[in-house]
């Protein structure tokens, strides 16, 4: 069974331009999260979401970013005219069930130069 | 979510024991312990989650105490690739996200 499937691992943007992260959960779970994490700072939830839907957008950026998680598909963390603040690992994380214990991919680490 | 309190940074001999504390005062009669590792920059590693009665795994145990306000992560026998940030956080079961703090750093030292 694949663990959660991230990428691409590294992606090298330069200001202004777009970045597209992937995430394909486990396989079953239906719930997949985004955190980042900024050099030498802890784990920021951004996102969560079901098949379809928005659920928890309380730690996204107002401006420039956005997710999905289309009904057939990874999720996308999309982020438009990216700036050098953007530079981070993001995390995505899917879990399932009662227990929704969540379990993390190994990450994107988006450089923008 | 309640917060947790960690000590910044432990030390553990390789081989032995390493005892990872965590204070919860304030945790709600339905939110679970969990705990986390993440090794170096990898993606964060599910490690353990307890209630209130103490659990067993095969990679940790977790020791809750009886008013439910401390915890602590115990890896029986520790190793190199122990070394991580350990992190402790609380959440009800089939909650939302994860609030992760700063976390403990465990360095295991041969």
């Known amino acids: 069974n694949a663990g959660v499937m991230q990428n691409p691992r590294h992606l090298v943007r330069r200001r202004g331009q777009e970045a597209r992260l992937r995430c394909s959960p486990m396989?079953?779970?239906?719930?997949v999260y985004w955190y980042r994490q900024l050099p030498e700072e802890g784990l920021k939830f951004m996102v969560y979401?079901?098949?379809?839907?928005?659920?928890?957008e309380s730690g996204m950026p107002k401006e420039r970013f956005s997710a999905e998680f289309p009904k057939e598909g990874p999720s996308i963390l999309r982020i438009q005219q990216v700036v050098r603040g953007d530079s981070a690992a993001y995390f995505c994380?899917?879990?399932?069930?009662?227990?929704?214990?969540?379990?993390f991919g190994a990450g994107t680490r988006l450089s923008v130069l | 979510d309640a917060k947790t309190t960690q000590p910044p940074s432990m030390d553990c001999a390789e081989g032995r024991a390493a005892n990872l504390p965590c204070n919860h005062s304030?945790?709600?009669?339905?939110?679970?312990v969990y705990w986390y590792r993440q090794i170096h920059s990898q993606g964060p590693q599910y490690i353990i989650h307890?209630?209130?009665n103490n659990e067993t795994n095969e990679m940790a145990s977790l020791i809750i105490t009886e008013d439910r306000k401390s915890s602590t992560l115990i890896l029986p026998h520790a190793t190199l690739r122990d070394t991580a940030v350990y992190y402790c956080?609380?959440?009800?079961?089939?909650?939302?996200?994860?609030?992760f703090g700063a976390g403990t750093i465990l360095r295991v030292k041969s």
């Open positions: 307890g209630l209130k």
């Open positions: 304030t945790i709600s009669g339905n939110e679970y």
């Open positions: 979401l079901q098949k379809e839907n928005i659920i928890d």
């Open positions: 956080i609380v959440r009800v079961e089939n909650g939302n996200k994860l609030v």
């Open positions: 396989k079953g779970h239906s719930h």
């Open positions: 994380a899917s879990g399932q069930g009662a227990k929704n214990i969540q379990y």
